[in-house]
């Protein structure tokens, strides 16, 4: 689109008028140059969104995947969200030439998490021990990389009681990576397909949190999950089912009449905790934490996902979808703190 890549000057955005009179010229401009897919473009880049930054001075500027990225810009920040080698590639070649540019996130954290063994790893060695009592676990799991029939034996030498959740190893933002299956005994696991990470179903209630994390922003909603399976279910039910994807096609759980042991939120300073060793574990700045809590717990905690910049913005279409709350006001300030702390770079080498 013509001036896509160009700064925009004032103007109005969708009905909101930005001030002339608003001091421009004594705030530090920020440029955030972003490569999305069209779809995360048009969830992510509201109208709202892009009026309250342009009155911080925050201007988003979209990239041409079709030329060089250092032509381009120049960029204060770099966000992005592309599959691939290629970009991988690139965004790594940009950042080591202009490490002035803050990438969000590195390409190499953001593939960590990609993978649903790695994505887990070190989560449950964290020192979470003053939280009032609250820890963190993630399910047993294992990784079958091929032929799953014969991963049968493995499972049990493993220890891992069955029912499994089955989830695609990789996740490569296509529909199929988030295709999960419930595989109630042995014999199902051979109509499964590798690659994929065999994990125990935790029973919580049928409620999950979703920790949203932006920068140093926490944002915890509750969503509907899958119910818990009983005793009865697991001794006489047998094959494989695939999962609804409840977790992101349901209702919001907010204002549901639930369980409070079920619905109460994890305690606030155990979330922070928790958040302040995963952005050091994960080297991430945007994610969103899956967990669980252990059915008839008060405080024992599962992570069963994470998820690299997720959706955030609410879908009014699709039932009441709970996704962060003002997540427009949240970017703002965590990008105008950005481009503060750029100018008292600046400031301090002059
Ligand atoms: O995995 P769960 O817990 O379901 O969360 C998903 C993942 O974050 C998806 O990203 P990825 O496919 O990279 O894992 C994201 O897609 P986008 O960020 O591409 O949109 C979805 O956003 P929505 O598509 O808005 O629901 C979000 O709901
Ligand atoms: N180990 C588990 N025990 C119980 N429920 C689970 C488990 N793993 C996943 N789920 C349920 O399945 C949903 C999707 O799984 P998740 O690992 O978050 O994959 P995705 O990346 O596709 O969102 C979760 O939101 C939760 O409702
Ligand atoms: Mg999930
Ligand atoms: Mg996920």
Known sequence: MEGENMVPHGGDGEGEQVSET?????????????????KKKKSFLQPKLEVLARRKGIYFVAIDLNRPLSEQGPFDVVLHKLLGKEWQDVIEDYQQKHPEVTVLDPPGAIQRIHNRQSMLQGLADLNLSDCGGSSIFVPKQMVVLKDSASSADKVVEAGLKF???????????????????????????????????????VNHGGVMFKV??????????RRFSLPNISNCQKAKVDGIFQFPRVSSASASADNADLDPSVAELPPKPFVEALVKELRVLLGLRLFNVDMIREHGSKNVFYVI???????????????????????EQVFVDFFHNMAQAKQNNRHCNL
């Open 212 to 221: 949203f994390v932006v920068g140093d922003t926490i944002k915890v909603v």
């Open 22 to 38: 608003e001091p421009f010229q004594q705030m530090q401009k920020l440029v955030v140059g972003y490569a999305l897919t069209s």
């Open 305 to 327: 996902d994470i998820n690299y910049f997720p959706g955030l913005c609410l879908k009014p279409f699709v039932y009441c979808y709970a996704k962060m709350p003002d997540y």
């Open 163 to 201: 029912p499994l959740v089955a989830k695609p190893l990789w996740i490569d933002g296509t529909a199929k990576s988030h295709q999960l299956f419930l595989a109630y005994d042995r014999r199902s696991l051979a109509e499964l397909d590798p690659p994929l990470v065999l994990q125990e179903f």
